[in-house]
């Protein structure tokens, strides 16, 4: 009796050791950022690495084509897990990603620090309250499906206001781009991304991608529009 | 698989009606039985499909959310990429999983406790079988689960409908309850209604010693049953706000138990009488319909239920043989011998149960109930003869002492008042209940609830042939052996004018009334109070209280918002008393009633004495508190705790004293990712009750003063009361951690219990002690044997993915157990002592048993 | 009327094309090799089909606002009519004045849940109804998890009808000022730790449907006075339970939340196979409320132990007064550390009542025990009832004392 609950015990130990020792996958280069908390850079380390930023984005953060982003008065937390991305692949630019991976993790969050220490470009005109965008932006279009743009990114465009009195589990906010002051080609083209499925390797780009999925070419172009001129 | 699936679907299809709007949902919970499907294996029924999905629950935010008490919710199970349409172009997808695969069992794999109520068996076995469609277009669907450990261990079920319309379920299932699996029955013929001795044994006629040689040769057996349930049910909303339901559920249960055979007391007469343990069969089919009609709108609901219920025991009676002799004390010897002994097994039983329940909104959020019910319970089998024995019983001295009956007046149903048993129980129900929250912050509610049990068995014995009342006690044993105890009454034959014996069967009934009202009371956002007092009226029929009333009330404090914690802390006080306690209540059912009964001179002995209180009357004193916490720590983890005291004091000098409770639990779960999660738990409980009783002074039975039922009078002296104190405790502790490593999940499982209990004695003087046990009074101790009840279950396995299809679970179970218990103290030895004959051995006081499994697991 | 014809029929008809056509992209998905990945077609296919089916239906408006010239329909104008959501826009004030006014459907095949009605907020009090769609562009995750919940799953069915139904704010009220300010705490009606609606609230919107049957008395039952929403036990947004869409994988595991010790107590060497997986607390008790004490189902604790153990109905010949009255005078029906779960070892068990004159009230030692120097049938063993078997009541003549 004895004996034999030793040989199964003895078998199954045999079997498990079989079974852990089966090769672990290899994964897709995904960004989950529900758990990154806010960053904060070397401001000036990250001026000194700036240089080959400044060849498309400026030197003081205002992009020279409204293509690229700005990236003055950023999200520092924003702009330190995008190069992150594009590093390890979840973001893919043929531009960025061979420039990301010269850099160590110190230099992003400098580089970060940096650009979003740099005083945003201001609003470049107003924009109607009544115009499509500015609805698109605020209220959304439920019928759509499109929510209100302002509810992660801010009334004003800014970044996210998050409510301090609350208790519940919290949105990475920090992670979360501002997008005053934003190049409307840029964010057409992101938003354009987001509804191809494109840019979709990072937890915060899955959440675009079901907002922008409803959105059409004449919103994103009208919400992009608007955008800038936050 | 598509064609089970096409036939599923038809079923599905063919039961669905053209539905109106409906709201309707199940109403499972408000029905007895049949609510899980698992088995020792997977208790959830669910296991294999609970893997979670390593996404988690959202892109917004990490972990998970806590329900409104603080405890985290599971990670989602990960079944996205599963479904897939049925056929080409139809509307209904579907998903499955199959787990298929060899377990082995080492080890002493008889162990009772590893197999309580579990079918191990080395063999193939069916993990899980799940198979959902659904049509999300119809919101029509179709749902099985089935697995199998063997053939008394295995469960399948289907569920079928439309959304908020329709729903059929169905299943089959046996479940295994191993009673023991170290039992030795000394008869031929265990599991049927006649128990036989084996050669040499000769009933009647062999000695203690010829009957322990032979029962050493007995081979060892298990006893126990299994439950073979199947049902059916199904659920419409047949029109507007109307749903009906009907189900039906039958049971053949079979098997067998241990049992006793009484051939009166050996303790006292050393090689005479018989104490025998017997195994009963069980043989039964129970089936079970519950059918109703509901309609729930905004203002009324209304609902109306039957519910039947039928037992059929197809075993009714259990026979079997003694291997002694009898001996009379006095007299010549005796003429007939009595080694016949017979049991009535259960009636056929038939239940039926009507009720309707009212209900209406009013306004401030109140609610008016009214529910009534009407029940009753009959059977109506025909009745067994008093004895079995053939020639002549009892004991004969001299013609003028002849105690002496003849089983022909006995041993036929000729010998009865009535040939069936005619009995029946009526039960009442009337409920009336009003609530109302006239503002968010305050609650009030009253209920009146009033119940009736209302007996109407009535059943005299009395024995035409004779002429004499009363039965024969023990197949005839106990008047063969003690002249005059046959167990009859006959008012024309002066050796019985006095005997006391009870002639009628005695109609339990009763009338329970309470009474209830409470308030809730929002103190704050996150705090309330309620307070709730009742009154409970019984008034039990027959018993030794014609009255008990009990007023509790109960302080409730719930506190949503201390700290980031759920704390809610009960305390409840109780106070019983009643009417006057009669501690003879039954005397109109005994002879002593009957018109002729002769008094003795020195009256009739005490029936028992009048200090006792039975402890469901006594009066009593209950303090009640418990506490729960539940503490959120950080965002991935909880610890909750629950600690609770109980206190009851019974106001009796002799009978319960009193019961304490206390204890504690705490538990803390910890989900850092989906991919991880993690608890442990701890837990102990201690218990003590404590009761006194009094031995009756056997030399006063036969003395004046035998009639005095007072504490301290003659029978009942001061110096034999004794006091038993049971004391108990339980560990419990588990441990359980998954994790998933991608291809590879590991979970372990650990759980130990460790059980305690000690029965302690004191007493004031070696009165209190049986006649035979006084010469050991220097060795009894204070206590028995300490029983305790100790195991430890280690359960490790491995998922591996192959493929999207095809993975394997390997696992080990590993169990260890200790017992004790000192009523099978010594019966390893000897299962024969004396003219008592013992068949279980008892639970094993060790084991380890080893399951290894090896499961191929296919999602479908 | 007219406008919402037009308007329904295209969205129903996209939305039958638009099924079989994600049906058929779905088959042909390679699906991607990790789980932690894309969200993949299927995910989407998963969402709302009324997602997938709004779009297409709303493309056709965009081109052709007469698009609603459908091929003939059995169903009638005031059939579309009744069936028009709750959740579209242009109806939500109607919603808001009558937020439990149903859409009566009297025939057709159109699921209950097509009519539901949306939640009322309290603590947000102007915001109006938003559709589904617009909550599941952001809760894309939530929104696949919760389909595999057989209550999203009704929802769901009942969108594949009629459209953006109601779904998510038939339960979270409407989602306009949440989807404005999601931060702010009370603005959607949340079940959960942190919610701000209060607990009322909660089980108020549960029950505006589950109203009756098996929650007929949940007002005033012991769990509804201790504070707790029907989320406690129940979680509708993802299946962790094979049946009653649970907070857990088993009803034992949701109860053993804050009943651990009576979950320690099934442990015990006694006990019904809750462990073992045989049974649930739910066979015997119903959680959200019962007439008898105890949250028992039936009108006594016997009739409920009747149920599986109906044998000991009877009524007998001869009954045992404890036994008729409550099972629960000897059993401890959580586990006891006793045989038969027994809340005291036999004989004592008996010993506190049986105090009759005769072999009843002896005290028993250490002597009696089978191995004792006096053995004792009346300790060893089954005890008493190695004679007294019958002690649940005897349907014998002879059977008084339950010897026979």
Same mark, same amino acid.
């Given at each position: 009796m004895?004996?034999?609950t030793?040989?199964?015990?003895?078998a199954?130990?045999?079997?498990l050791?079989?079974?852990v020792?089966?090769?672990?996958?290899?994964?897709?280069?995904?960004?989950?950022?529900?758990?990154?908390?806010?960053?904060?850079?070397?401001?000036?380390?990250?001026?000194?690495?700036?240089?080959?930023?400044?060849?498309c984005h400026?030197?003081?953060?205002?992009?020279?084509?409204?293509?690229?982003p700005?990236?003055a008065?950023?999200?520092?937390?924003?702009?330190?897990?995008?190069?992150r991305?594009f590093k390890?692949g979840?973001?893919?630019?043929?531009?960025?990603?061979?420039l990301?991976?010269?850099?160590?993790d110190?230099?992003m969050r400098?580089l970060?620090?940096?650009?979003?220490?740099?005083?945003?470009?201001?609003?470049?005109h107003?924009?109607?309250a009544t115009?499509?965008?500015?609805?698109?932006f605020h209220?959304?279009?439920a019928a759509?499906?499109?929510? @209100?743009?302002?509810?992660?990114?801010?009334?004003?465009?800014?970044? @996210?206001?998050?409510d301090a009195?609350?208790?519940a589990?919290?949105?990475?906010?920090?992670?979360?781009p501002?997008l005053a002051?934003q190049?409307?080609p840029?964010v057409?083209?992101?938003?354009?991304?987001y509804h191809d499925?494109?840019?979709i390797g990072?937890s915060?780009?899955?959440v675009?991608?079901?907002?922008?999925?409803?959105?059409d070419a004449?919103?994103?172009?009208v919400?992009?529009?608007?955008?800038?001129?936050? | 698989?598509?064609?089970?699936?096409?036939?599923?679907?038809?079923?599905?299809?063919?039961?669905?009606?053209?539905?109106?709007?409906? *709201?309707a949902?199940?109403?499972?919970?408000?029905?007895?039985?049949d609510?899980?499907?698992?088995?020792a294996?997977d208790?959830t029924?669910w296991?294999?499909l609970?893997w979670?999905?390593?996404?988690?629950f959202?892109?917004?935010h990490?972990g998970?959310?806590r329900t409104?008490?603080?405890?985290l919710?599971?990670y989602?199970?990960?079944?996205?990429?599963?479904?897939?349409?049925?056929?080409r172009?139809?509307?209904?997808?579907?998903?499955g999983?199959?787990?298929i695969?060899?377990?082995?069992?080492?080890?002493d794999?008889?162990?009772e406790?590893?197999?309580?109520?579990?079918?191990?068996?080395?063999?193939?076995?069916?993990g899980?079988?799940a198979l959902?469609?659904?049509?999300?277009?119809?919101?029509?669907?179709?749902?099985?689960?089935g697995?199998?450990?063997?053939g008394?261990?295995?469960?399948y079920?289907?569920?079928?409908?439309?959304?908020?319309?329709?729903?059929?379920?169905?299943?089959?299932?046996?479940?295994p309850?191993?009673?023991?699996?170290?039992?030795?029955p000394?008869?031929n013929?265990?599991?049927?209604?006649?128990?036989?001795?084996?050669?040499?044994?000769v009933?009647?006629?062999?000695?203690?010693a010829?009957?322990?040689?032979?029962?050493?040769?007995?081979?060892r057996?298990?006893?126990?049953?299994?439950?073979?349930?199947?049902g059916?049910s199904?659920? !419409?909303?047949?029109y507007?706000?109307?749903?009906?339901?009907?189900?039906?559920?039958?049971?053949?249960?079979?098997g067998d138990?241990?049992?006793?055979g009484p051939?009166?007391?050996n303790?006292?007469?050393r090689d005479?009488?018989?104490?025998l343990?017997?195994?009963?069969p069980?043989d039964?089919?129970?089936?079970n319909?519950?059918?109703?009609l509901?309609?729930v709108?905004t203002v009324?609901?209304?609902q109306?239920?039957?519910?039947?219920?039928?037992f059929r025991?197809?075993?009714?009676?259990?026979?079997y043989?003694?291997?002694?002799?009898?001996?009379n004390?006095?007299?010549?010897?005796?003429?007939?011998?009595?080694?016949?002994?017979?049991?009535?097994l259960?009636?056929?039983? !038939?239940?039926h149960?009507?009720?309707?329940?009212?209900s209406r909104?009013?306004?401030?959020?109140?609610?008016?109930s009214?529910?009534?019910a009407?029940?009753?319970?009959?059977?109506?089998?025909?009745?067994l003869?008093?004895?079995?024995?053939?020639?002549?019983g009892?004991?004969?001295?001299?013609?003028?002492?002849?105690y002496?009956?003849?089983c022909?007046?006995?041993?036929?149903?000729?010998?009865?008042?009535?040939?069936?048993?005619?009995a029946?129980?009526d039960t009442?129900?009337?409920?009336?209940?009003?609530?109302?929250?006239?503002?968010?912050?305050?609650?009030w509610?009253a209920?009146?609830?009033?119940?009736?049990?209302?007996?109407?068995?009535?059943?005299?014995?009395?024995?035409?042939?004779?002429?004499?009342?009363?039965y024969?006690a023990?197949?005839?044993?106990?008047?063969?052996?003690?002249?005059g105890?046959i167990?009859?009454?006959?008012?024309?034959?002066?050796?019985?004018?006095?005997?006391?014996?009870?002639?009628?069967?005695?109609?339990?009934g009763?009338?329970?009334?309470?009474?209830?009202?409470?308030?809730?009371?929002?103190?704050?956002?996150?705090?309330?109070?309620?307070?709730?007092?009742s009154?409970?009226?019984?008034?039990?029929?027959?018993?030794?209280?014609k009255?008990?009333n009990?007023?509790?009330?109960?302080?409730?404090w719930?506190?949503?918002a201390?700290?980031?914690?759920?704390?809610?802390?009960?305390?409840?006080?109780a106070?019983?008393n009643g009417?006057?306690?009669?501690?003879?209540?039954?005397?109109?059912?005994?002879?002593?009633s009957?018109?002729g009964?002769?008094?003795?001179?020195?009256?009739?002995?005490?029936?028992?004495?009048?200090a006792?209180?039975k402890?469901?009357?006594?009066?009593?004193?209950?303090?009640?508190l418990?506490?729960t916490?539940?503490?959120p720590?950080g965002?991935?983890?909880?610890?909750s705790?629950?600690?609770?005291a109980?206190?009851?004091?019974?106001g009796?000098a002799?009978?319960?004293?009193?019961?304490?409770?206390?204890?504690f639990?705490v538990?803390w779960?910890?989900?850092?990712?989906?991919?991880?999660?993690?608890?442990?738990?701890?837990?102990r409980?201690?218990?003590?009750?404590?009761?006194?009783?009094?031995a009756?002074?056997?030399?006063?039975?036969?003395?004046?003063?035998?009639d005095?039922p007072?504490l301290g009078?003659?029978?009942?002296p001061l110096?034999?009361?004794?006091?038993?104190?049971?004391?108990?405790?339980?560990?419990?502790a588990?441990?359980?951690?998954r994790?998933?490593?991608?291809?590879?999940?590991? !979970? *372990?499982?650990?759980?130990?219990?460790?059980?305690?209990?000690r029965?302690?004695?004191v007493?004031?003087?070696?009165?209190?002690?049986?006649?035979?046990?006084?010469?050991?009074?220097?060795?009894?101790?204070?206590?028995?044997? !300490?029983?305790h009840?100790?195991i430890?279950?280690l359960?490790l396995g491995?998922?591996?993915?192959?493929?999207?299809?095809?993975?394997?679970?390997v696992f080990?179970?590993?169990?260890?157990?200790?017992?004790?218990?000192?009523?099978?103290?010594?019966?390893?030895?000897?299962?024969?002592?004396?003219h008592?004959i013992?068949t279980? *051995?008892?639970?094993q006081p060790?084991?380890?048993?080893?399951?290894?499994?090896?499961m191929?697991?296919?999602k479908? | 009327?007219?406008?919402?014809?037009?308007?329904?029929?295209?969205?129903?008809?996209?939305?039958a094309?638009?099924?079989?056509?994600?049906?058929?992209?779905?088959?042909?998905?390679?699906?991607?090799?990790?789980?932690?990945?894309?969200?993949?077609?299927?995910d989407?296919?998963?969402?709302?089909?009324?997602?997938?089916?709004?779009?297409v239906?709303?493309?056709?408006?965009d081109?052709?606002?007469h698009?609603?010239?459908?091929?003939?329909?059995?169903l009638?104008?005031?059939?579309?009519?009744r069936?028009?959501?709750?959740t579209?826009m242009?109806?939500?004030?109607?919603?808001?004045?009558?937020?439990h006014?149903?859409?009566?459907?009297?025939?057709g095949t159109?699921t209950p849940?097509?009519?539901?009605?949306?939640a009322?907020?309290? =603590?947000?009090?102007?915001?109006?109804?938003?559709?589904?769609?617009?909550?599941?562009?952001c809760h894309? =995750?939530e929104?696949?998890?919760?389909?595999?919940?057989?209550?999203v799953?009704?929802?769901?069915?009942?969108a594949?009808?009629?459209g953006?139904a109601?779904?998510?704010?038939a339960c979270?009220?409407?989602g306009?000022?949440?989807?404005?300010?999601?931060?702010k #705490?009370?603005?959607?009606?949340?079940?959960?730790?942190?919610?701000?609606?209060?607990?009322?609230?909660?089980?108020g919107?549960? =029950?505006?449907?589950?109203?009756g049957?098996?929650?007929?008395?949940?007002?005033?039952s012991?769990?509804?006075?201790?504070q707790?929403?029907c989320t406690?036990?129940?979680?509708?947004?993802?299946?962790?339970?094979?049946e009653?869409?649970?907070?857990?994988?088993?009803?034992?595991?949701?109860?053993?939340?804050?009943?651990?010790d009576?979950r320690n107590?099934?442990?015990?060497?006694?006990?019904?196979?809750? #462990?073992?997986?045989?049974?649930?607390?739910?066979?015997c008790?119903?959680?959200?409320?019962? =007439?008898?004490?105890g949250?028992?189902?039936?009108?006594?604790?016997?009739?409920?132990?009747?149920?599986?153990?109906a044998?000991?109905?009877?009524p007998?010949l001869?009954?045992?007064?404890?036994?008729?009255k409550?099972?629960?005078?000897?059993?401890?029906?959580?586990?006891?550390?006793?045989?038969?779960?027994?809340t005291?070892?036999v004989?004592?068990?008996c010993q506190?009542?049986?105090?009759?004159?005769?072999?009843?009230?002896?005290?028993?030692t250490?002597?009696?025990?089978?191995?004792?120097?006096?053995?004792d049938?009346?300790?060893?063993?089954?005890?008493?009832?190695?004679?007294h078997?019958?002690?649940?009541?005897?349907?014998?003549?002879?059977?008084s004392r339950?010897?026979k």
């Open positions: 004895i004996f034999t030793r040989a199964t015990i003895g199954s130990i045999a079997l050791a079989m079974a020792g089966v090769a672990l996958a290899a994964t897709v280069p995904f960004d989950d950022l529900r758990e990154q908390a806010p960053l904060h850079g070397d401001t000036a380390a990250g001026a000194t690495k700036a240089a080959v930023c400044a060849a400026g030197a003081n953060g205002i992009a020279v084509a409204a293509t690229f700005n990236l008065g950023q999200s520092q937390t924003y702009l330190y897990v995008q190069l991305a390890d979840a973001r893919t630019n043929a531009v960025m990603q061979p990301a991976r010269t850099l160590t110190a230099d400098n970060a620090a940096h650009f979003a220490s740099l005083p945003g470009r201001p609003a470049a107003t924009a109607q115009s499509r965008g500015s609805i698109l209220d959304g279009d759509r499906g499109v929510p @209100p743009c302002q509810g992660c990114h801010g009334v004003d465009g800014r970044g @996210p206001h998050p009195a609350s208790t589990p919290q949105p990475a906010w920090s992670t979360f501002v002051g190049n409307a840029y057409l083209a992101q938003l354009q991304a499925g494109t840019r990072t915060n780009d899955k675009m991608q079901g907002v922008a999925h409803n959105l004449a919103d994103m172009q919400l992009a529009d608007y955008v800038s001129t936050l | 698989m598509r064609k089970m699936l096409a036939a599923s679907l038809t079923i599905a299809i063919t039961a669905s009606l053209v539905g109106s709007r409906a *709201l949902d199940s109403s499972d919970s408000a029905r007895v039985g609510i899980q499907y698992g088995n294996l208790p029924g296991a294999p609970a979670p999905d390593p996404r988690g959202s892109w917004l990490a998970m959310m409104p008490s603080g405890v919710y599971p989602p199970p990960q079944r996205d990429e599963q479904s897939s349409p049925l056929y172009n139809s509307d209904w997808v579907y998903s999983f199959l787990q695969g060899y377990l082995h069992v080492g080890g794999t008889h162990a406790f590893f197999r309580q109520y579990t079918g191990w068996k080395s063999g193939i076995a069916l899980l079988f959902y469609a659904d049509n999300p277009k119809t919101g029509q669907y179709v749902e099985f689960r697995s199998r450990l063997s008394d261990d295995q469960y079920r289907l569920r079928a409908g439309q959304y908020g319309k329709y729903k059929i379920e169905g299943f089959y299932r046996d479940i309850h191993a009673v023991s699996t170290n039992a030795y000394l008869w013929g265990v599991g049927s209604t006649n128990l036989t001795l084996p050669a040499p044994l009933p009647g006629g062999s000695t203690p010829e009957v322990a040689a032979v029962a050493n040769t007995r081979p057996q298990t006893i126990g049953l299994t439950r073979q349930r199947a059916l199904f659920e !419409d909303n047949f507007r706000d109307w749903t009906g339901y009907v189900s039906i559920v039958n049971e053949q249960r079979s138990r241990l049992w006793g051939m009166f007391l303790y006292i007469l005479n009488g018989g104490a343990e017997t195994v009963r069980i039964f089919t129970t089936t319909v519950s059918m109703g509901r309609d709108g009324w609901q209304f109306l239920n039957y519910t039947g219920s039928f025991n197809h075993k009714d009676e259990l026979n043989q003694s291997p002694f002799a009898l001996t004390v006095v007299g010549v010897p005796q003429v007939a011998n009595i080694q016949q002994g017979q049991f009535s259960e009636p056929d039983n !038939d239940y149960n009507l009720r309707a329940e009212l909104s009013l306004k401030w959020n109140g609610q008016f009214l529910a009534a009407w029940g009753t319970m009959r059977q109506n089998d025909p009745l003869p008093p004895v079995t024995c053939t020639g002549t009892g004991i004969f001295i001299s013609p003028s002492a002849d002496t009956f003849n022909a007046n006995w041993n036929t149903t000729a010998a009865l008042s009535q040939q069936t048993a005619n029946r129980i009442g129900l009337l409920d009336a209940r009003i609530t109302l929250h006239p503002s968010p912050k305050f609650g509610h209920g009146l609830r009033w119940y009736r049990e209302d007996n109407k068995t009535n059943y005299l014995a009395f024995n035409p042939l004779t002429g004499q009342y009363g024969i023990e197949n005839g044993s106990q008047g063969s052996i003690i002249p105890q167990g009859i009454f006959d008012p024309r034959n002066p050796l019985y004018a006095s005997y006391v014996t009870q002639v009628r069967a005695i109609p339990f009763y009338t329970d009334t309470v009474f209830d009202t409470g308030i809730d009371w929002r103190v704050s956002e996150n705090n309330t109070l309620n307070l709730t007092y009154f409970d009226r019984d008034q039990p029929k027959y018993r030794e209280r009255l008990v009990e007023q509790r009330i109960k302080l409730g719930v506190d949503r201390l700290g980031k914690a759920t704390l809610r802390l009960d305390y409840e006080f106070y019983r009417g006057p306690y009669n501690y003879d209540p039954y005397a109109p059912f005994y002879s002593t009957l018109p009964f002769v008094t003795p001179p020195l009256g009739n002995v005490a029936f028992t004495t009048d006792m209180r402890y469901d009357l006594s009066n009593r004193i209950e303090h009640k418990h506490a916490l539940i503490y720590i965002d991935t983890a909880t610890f705790a629950i600690a609770y109980t206190r009851d004091d019974y009796a002799i009978g319960r004293q009193a019961t304490r409770n206390r204890g639990d538990s779960d910890w989900q850092p990712s989906p991919m991880t999660s993690m608890s442990a738990n701890l837990g409980a201690d218990s003590s009750l404590d009761f006194t009783n009094v009756d002074n056997e030399d006063v039975t036969g003395a004046p003063g035998r005095n007072s009078g003659p029978l009942f110096a034999n009361q004794w006091q038993g104190l049971d004391h108990e405790r339980d560990y419990n588990g441990l359980t951690f994790r998933d490593f991608g291809r590879v999940r590991a !979970d *372990l499982g650990y759980t130990y219990t460790y059980a305690l209990g029965i302690g004695y007493f004031a003087s070696p009165g209190a002690l049986p006649i035979t046990q006084q010469p050991f009074v220097d060795g009894v101790g204070n206590a028995f044997p !300490d029983n009840y100790h430890n279950t359960q491995f998922d591996i993915t192959f493929s999207r299809t095809f993975g394997m679970r080990d179970l590993f169990e260890t157990g200790s017992f004790a218990d000192w009523h099978y103290l010594g019966l390893q030895d000897n299962l024969v002592i004396d008592r013992y279980d *051995l008892g639970p060790h084991y380890s048993a080893n399951l290894v499994g090896v191929l697991n296919v479908l | 009327m007219v406008l919402r014809s037009a308007i329904a029929l295209p969205a129903l008809f996209a939305i094309g638009a099924l079989l056509v994600a049906r058929h992209v779905a088959a042909q998905v390679v699906h991607p090799s990790t789980a932690s990945s894309a969200l993949t077609e299927r989407f296919s998963r969402m709302l089909p009324a997602m997938t089916a709004q779009a239906g709303n493309a056709a408006n081109g052709n606002p698009a609603g010239a459908l091929p003939a329909s059995a009638t104008t005031e059939d579309f009519k069936m028009l959501p709750r579209d242009r109806s939500d004030a109607d919603a808001n004045a009558h937020p006014a149903h859409a009566f459907l009297d025939s159109a849940f097509d009519g539901a009605s949306i009322r907020n309290p =603590l947000a009090s102007d915001a109006i109804a938003i559709g589904a769609k617009s909550c599941v562009a894309a =995750l929104n696949v998890q919760a389909s595999h919940s057989l209550h799953q009704a929802f769901r069915a009942g594949a009808g009629t953006a109601a779904a998510c704010e979270h009220g409407p306009s000022a949440h989807a404005k300010d999601p931060t #705490p009370g603005l959607i009606i949340a079940f959960t730790r942190d919610a701000k609606t209060p607990i009322d609230t909660q089980t919107v549960c =029950l505006a449907c589950h109203k049957g098996a929650r007929q008395d949940w007002i005033g012991v769990h509804q006075q201790h707790l929403s406690d036990c129940h979680n509708p947004m993802a299946r962790l339970s094979a009653g869409v649970l907070a857990d994988n088993s009803i034992n595991q949701v109860c053993s939340t804050c009943h651990q009576i107590k099934f442990n015990r060497r006694s006990h019904m196979p809750l #462990p073992e997986g045989q049974m649930s607390c739910v066979d008790h119903n959680p959200h409320g019962t =007439l008898t004490a949250l028992i189902k039936t009108d006594t604790v016997n009739q409920t132990c009747y149920a599986c153990h044998e000991k109905r009877g007998f001869f009954e045992h007064a404890p036994v008729r409550d099972c629960l005078t000897c059993h401890d029906p959580h586990g006891s550390n006793q045989q038969a779960l027994l005291l070892p004989p004592m068990l506190q009542c049986h105090t009759m004159t005769g072999h009843p009230n002896d005290l028993l250490t002597a009696g025990l089978a191995a004792g120097p006096a053995p049938e009346r300790l060893i063993g089954r005890a008493c009832l190695t004679c078997a019958n002690i649940h009541g005897s349907n014998n003549p002879s059977g339950f010897h």
